[in-house]
């Protein structure tokens, strides 16, 4: 059986779509549903058994779980803005100290989401070099509680057992229900129906034009390939990149939007606001070094194909991911 946490979550399920493709149902899916949408993108999914993460960690902790393959553990608070530390804390590292712990006990397969976030402003770079960990510097909670757990993995010398990814700006199907969190190809599709027109934040630094800030974008059909290359591969540990090592800007992303629309191009640029703007990054850009040294070739689908794909087959059609 394999285990999926976050399981109704945006890769969660993409993830669990996947496993389904591939013929495989003996999943155990364990989430939080709470009151928004999410409980949608498991309706077309095929799994064995769902757990609320409460009851799961009960179990977890009186080591009454079943037999496991492997364990994915993409559950966690994911957002960037979240000021409750302790929180955060609870959440996304003592819950995944205890399900490494007990995965290491056990001899099972745990392959954990990290993040992009960790890196900080990028000044230390976007290398997924092990010596690296400690020099960087977390800009928000949401990317320091990410960074404890890589660091927690360092200290207690398990990294060589597990496997820690770094998402970078992951888009695509299945996530509706994450509010501010969604993906700017989501939130810029609904300005151009509600306004016929995408905001964009102005630049402040003189080496980039307004909207020219440059991101990692990343779809998540690729993301969910690259993550099952780790349970394709079990002698691969460490902590890997995912993203596609190519950085575009805001402005060809919107534009990729309007063409996957029919629409011709309509951009205002606003002021930032000031509670991010001295922590605002003008660019990231996963090193995908390592993975590639490890074997996996597989190129991304390009960005304007991949936002051609999510607009036409999911957005317009309110569509959720499914086995597909």
Same mark, same amino acid.
């Given at each position: 059986?394999?285990?999926?946490?976050?399981?109704?979550?945006?890769?969660?399920?993409?993830?669990?779509?996947?496993?389904?493709?591939?013929?495989?149902?003996?999943?155990?899916?364990?989430?939080?549903?709470?009151?928004?949408?999410?409980?949608?993108?498991?309706?077309?999914?095929?799994?064995?058994?769902?757990?609320?993460?409460?009851?799961?960690?009960?179990?977890?902790?009186?080591?009454?779980?079943?037999?496991?393959?492997?364990?994915?553990?993409?559950?966690?608070?994911?957002?960037?803005?979240?000021?409750?530390?302790?929180?955060?804390?609870?959440?996304?590292?003592?819950?995944?100290?205890?399900?490494?712990?007990?995965?290491?006990?056990?001899?099972?397969?745990?392959?954990?989401?990290?993040?992009?976030?960790?890196?900080?402003?990028?000044?230390?770079?976007?290398?997924?070099?092990?010596?690296?960990?400690?020099?960087?510097?977390?800009?928000?909670?949401?990317?320091?509680?990410?960074?404890?757990?890589?660091?927690?993995?360092?200290?207690?010398?398990?990294?060589?057992?597990?496997?820690?990814?770094? +998402?970078?700006?992951?888009?695509? =199907?299945? $996530?509706?229900?994450? *509010? %501010?969190?969604?993906?700017?190809? @989501?939130?810029?599709? #609904?300005?151009?129906?509600?306004?016929?027109?995408?905001?964009?934040?102005?630049?402040?630094?003189?080496?980039?034009?307004?909207?020219?800030?440059?991101?990692?974008?990343?779809?998540?059909?690729?993301?969910?390939?690259?993550?099952?290359?780790?349970?394709?591969?079990?002698?691969?540990?460490?902590?890997?990149?995912?993203?596609?090592?190519?950085?575009?800007?805001?402005?060809?992303?919107?534009?990729?939007?309007?063409?996957?629309?029919?629409?011709?191009?309509?951009?205002?640029?606003?002021?930032?606001?000031?509670?991010?703007?001295?922590?605002?990054?003008?660019?990231?850009?996963?090193?995908?070094?390592?993975?590639?040294?490890?074997? +996996?070739?597989?190129?991304?689908? =390009?960005? $304007?194909?991949?936002? *051609? %794909?999510?607009?036409?087959?999911? @957005?317009?059609?309110? #569509?959720?991911?499914?086995?597909?």
């Amino acid at each position: 059986m394999i285990l999926v946490t976050g399981a109704a979550g945006f890769i969660g399920s993409a993830l669990i779509a996947e496993l389904n493709r591939r013929g495989t149902t003996d999943i155990l899916a364990v989430d939080n549903l709470g009151s928004d949408l999410r409980w949608k993108n498991l309706r077309k999914l095929r799994f064995d058994d769902y757990m609320e993460s409460d009851d799961f960690i009960t179990d977890l902790l009186a080591s009454d779980l079943p037999s496991l393959e492997a364990i994915f553990h993409l559950g966690a608070c994911s957002s960037t803005t979240e000021t409750d530390a302790s929180f955060l804390i609870r959440n996304n590292f003592e819950f995944t100290k205890h399900l490494a712990t007990w995965a290491v006990d056990n001899d099972v397969r745990f392959i954990y989401a990290s993040s992009a976030a960790t890196y900080g402003d990028g000044t230390k770079g976007f290398s997924d070099n092990h010596d690296e960990l400690l020099d960087l510097v977390p800009l928000n909670m949401y990317g320091y509680s990410k960074h404890l757990f890589d660091l927690w993995c360092v200290n207690n010398s398990i990294l060589d057992q597990v496997v820690g990814l770094k +998402y970078f700006n992951v888009f695509g =199907p299945n $996530e509706y229900h994450k *509010a %501010d969190m969604r993906s700017f190809i @989501l939130k810029s599709y #609904e300005q151009i129906q509600d306004t016929g027109k995408v905001r964009l934040f102005k630049s402040y630094l003189p080496q980039y034009a307004h909207g020219d800030q440059e991101r990692d974008f990343l779809y998540v059909k690729d993301a969910v390939d690259m993550t099952l290359y780790f349970l394709d591969h079990p002698y691969l540990n460490g902590i890997y990149n995912i993203g596609t090592g190519a950085a575009r800007s805001w402005n060809q992303l919107v534009k990729a939007v309007f063409a996957a629309m029919g629409r011709e191009p309509n951009i205002e640029y606003v002021d930032m606001p000031d509670a991010i703007r001295n922590q605002y990054q003008y660019f990231t850009q996963a090193d995908m070094s390592k993975l590639r040294t490890s074997g +996996y070739t597989k190129a991304p689908m =390009p960005l $304007e194909q991949s936002v *051609a %794909d999510y607009v036409q087959n999911y @957005l317009v059609k309110e #569509e959720y991911f499914g086995a597909f």
